[in-house]
C-alpha cells in the first residue's frame, strides 16, 4: 500500500466518524430538529475553521443523501428508518 492510499483510508475513517457523531445526535435528539450551526458548534473544536466546517456540511449532504437524515431549511433530524434501525440495533 502506497502512502496516498494510507491518506485516504484515513480520510474515510474520519468521514465515517464524523457522520456517524451527526447520526447519534441526531438519533438522541430525535423527534426534535437540530440547527445545523447548533450542529456545526457541537462537532468542531473551532466552529469559524472552515474545513471542519465544510466536513460537518458534507457529513450532512451525505447522510440526506443516504436517506438516514432529512433537512428541514436549515434544520436537520433524523429519518424514520434512521430510528427504525436504531430501535432494532438496541
Known sequence: MNASCSGCERRLHETDILQSALLTI???AHPAQ????ELVRELTADPRDISKRDAVENAVHELVGAGLAHRNGSFLFATQAAVRSEELRS
Do not use: K
Not at 34 to 37: C, L, P, S, T
Open 26 to 28: 441526531l438519533l438522541d
Open 34 to 37: 437540530r440547527a445545523e450551526d
